[in-house]
């Protein structure tokens, strides 16, 4: 009965409908001036905030961190405390350091057919992504993983799988994760770009794109030291994953020839690549609004703080940062015995591109 009081055409009226307030314009944040992005891979040993004055130090306008230890898996302080999120993001919004990568912890392997190592890989991704909202990040690097001879099918649908499992029920807002590239080490997918297509055509609902790490290139056998060789490897990229889907280069020199399939990262212009390619890969118009991102080795003093401003002079730009701070400390090569957190870097794991971590980086 009560029904027949209800008008029997429903009429929509405009002025009934909700209206949120309007959302305030989103901060464009200071970075994002159109400025070439020149960055470093950055220790957070000690205050997470304190790889910003770092990197700025070192006069990189741009950087990478680890959020937590990257060869452990994170035991209760998985979160970073609001306060400490607080003050990284005000220090960066100061020194306008953008973008912000942050590298996930070498351990995760979402294409692990061990069940408790790929579920406890979500799990680390996904406690990865909730510390990259917490700091407003705007990339999250992560490597594809290792198949262990299940075959490249069945891992990267595992991959993408994994990466939307640890995404569920997260607001992504601006963060970007991406997928690198790898230098095809043991059965560690990602060396060919198809692969990595692969994974992002298998979760096409997350914002995911790539990094590109030139020495990971190199070694998976694109030949990037002459002009030909590089437009052929960005022609593949394109082809595959599509450039526009590249927000970050690792550039780092290859220490190992073409082809070897080892990651040993070198300094830029030191190693088997070359500074005229570096100049080339900095200035391609195809490459153009890229971070440049260096995860080169520190052998002595110093050696951080060379190689950005090497990157600063191949785009003709000189670059110092302030000589007055120092710098991250040299990566001990010999390991004390019984060290324990010296031997996630002897291990095949940690070789997977440690070559190019501070020490330092770590101990937190
Ligand atoms: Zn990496
Ligand atoms: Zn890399």
Known sequence: MAEEQHPTSLVFDAADEYRPEPLPAPEIPAWKDGSIRIGIHTSIAGDIAGALDLAHGL????????????????????????????????????????PLVIHGNYLINLASPNPVLRARSVQAFHQELVRALSLGADFLVIHPGSSL?????????????????????????????????????????????????????????????????????FAAGWDLRSAEGLEAALREIDGTVGLDRVAVVHVNDSKTPLGSRVDRHEHVGKGRIGLE????????????????????????????????????????????????????????????????????????????????????ARGK
Do not use: Y
């Open 277 to 360: 390619a570096f100049e080339r890969i900095l200035k391609h118009s195809l490459l153009a609004g890229r971070a440049f991102i260096l995860e080169t080795p520190i052998d002595k003093p110093g050696d951080d703080r060379r190689n950005v401003t090497v990157l600063w002079k191949l785009v003709g730009k000189e670059v110092k940062g302030s000589a007055s701070r120092d710098g991250m400390k040299p990566r001990r090569k010999k390991v004390k015995k019984g060290s324990k957190g010296s031997r996630g870097s002897r291990g095949s794991k940690g070789k997977a591109g440690a070559g190019s971590r501070p020490a330092r």
């Open 149 to 217: 001879n299940t075959g490249t099918g069945p891992a990267i649908a595992a991959v993408a799988q994994g990466l939307k499992q640890a995404a569920r029920g997260l607001k992504l807002g601006e963060l970007r994760i991406l997928i690198e590239n790898t230098a095809g080490q043991g059965s560690s997918l990602g060396a060919r770009f198809d692969e990595l297509q692969a994974i992002l055509d298998g979760c096409r609902d997350l914002p995911v794109g790539v990094c590109i790490d030139t020495a990971h290139t």
């Open 59 to 98: 006069g990189a306008n741009a950087l990478q961190i680890f959020s937590a230890s990257p060869r452990m898996w994170a035991g209760g302080a998985a979160r970073i405390a609001p306060a400490d999120c607080d003050r990284f993001r005000a220090r960066r919004r100061e020194l306008r350091l953008g």
